[in-house]
């Protein structure tokens, strides 16, 4: 068996942080403001602060799912 890079936690890690990113782009869309209509909701807190940092987190995600170490189970298996 050839030894992959990551192992199957290293995946469902990526997977989550994904995930994670996906969440905080979605908190952060919603309408726009056009010439004809000011939109006050631009502003909203979950837009300038939660949303970012939930994309924040997820990108730390990530790199904690990169570097995870594979078990000493997984890697003495031939």
């Known amino acids: 068996m050839k ?3 990551f192992t199957k936690t290293n995946y469902i890690l ?3 942080g994904f995930i994670i990113i996906v969440a905080g782009f979605i908190l952060m869309s ?3 403001t056009t010439e004809d209509q ?9 837009r300038i602060k939660v949303a ?6 997820g990108f ?10 594979a078990s000493k189970k997984d890697s003495s298996s031939k």
Not at 38 to 46: G, R
């Open 60 to 69: 730390l995600f990530e790199v904690v799912a990169i570097l995870w170490p």
């Open 30 to 32: 919603g309408d726009a």
């Open 3 to 5: 030894n992959f890079a």
């Open 38 to 46: 000011f939109n006050t909701e631009i502003f909203s807190d979950t």
């Open 14 to 16: 990526l997977a989550v």
């Open 52 to 57: 970012p940092m939930v994309c924040l987190f």
